[in-house]
């Protein structure tokens, strides 16, 4: 018999339920399934989760990480373990079942390129009371509208565009039409957009000529 004839290939082994603690803690807690006598099993059941806790130290003694190792050991054993847990077994059915879909905020679909963040800045806007301070907000969304839509859109759009998808997005509360306001060119929003992407060009070209060659 050669040495080849010897090897053990992953397509012929059992399978790893958790692949983190390796082939070695699955056969453990295979070996742990297999012990006929209660006493026995319970005792390598216990050496075994010792062991998984000696992996993360300063968490072994926490209660809420002890229920999570068991956990873990009845997953390994794929259930089949019967020994005696210091913490209720949760059921197969639970631990496998899917996680409910998360609900992502749609606050305004329409103009997606704006970003969230804007609406809530234009929320926080509608609250405040006439004046200075929130003449100088409103600017400021409409100057960050006006650059979030050259960034994802055109090289240039027309500042009543943005006046009119405020107005829109404030319910009406927001008009700067009116008021005559002229908003920051596009065409240093777009000098800008380009220094930055050549000053990162440049960082990176540097990066790689840091890099030791092999």
Not at 143 to 155: E, F, G, Q, S, V
Request: charged share 30%; hydrophobic share 30%.
């Amino acid at each position: 018999m050669t040495g080849l004839d010897i090897l053990e290939y992953n397509t012929e082994r059992s399978h790893l339920h958790i692949p983190e603690y390796g082939r070695h803690f699955q056969k453990m807690v295979d070996y742990a399934v297999s012990i006929e006598d209660r006493d026995e099993r319970n005792k390598v059941a216990n050496s075994i989760i010792s062991v998984m806790g000696n992996l993360q130290p300063h968490l072994r003694d926490v209660p809420d990480f002890q229920h999570k190792l068991w956990d873990q050991l009845f997953i390994m054993s794929d259930f089949k373990l019967d020994v005696d847990s210091p913490f209720p077994i949760t059921a197969k059915e639970v631990l496998q079942q899917r996680p409910e879909p998360l609900d992502y905020p749609q606050n305004h679909p329409k103009y997606r390129f704006y970003g969230n963040n804007i609406k809530r800045m234009i929320d926080v806007a509608v609250k405040w009371d006439k004046g200075d301070l929130r003449d100088g907000l409103e600017y400021a969304i409409a100057n960050h509208m006006k650059k979030c839509y050259l960034n994802w859109n055109k090289d240039v759009v027309d500042d009543a565009a943005i006046f009119e998808h405020l107005k829109e997005l404030s319910n009406g509360e927001i008009d700067l039409a009116p008021d005559g306001e002229t908003l920051t060119e596009s065409t240093q929003f777009l000098k800008n957009r380009n220094q930055k992407s050549n000053r990162a060009g440049k960082k990176n070209h540097r990066s790689n000529n840091r890099k030791k060659r092999y």
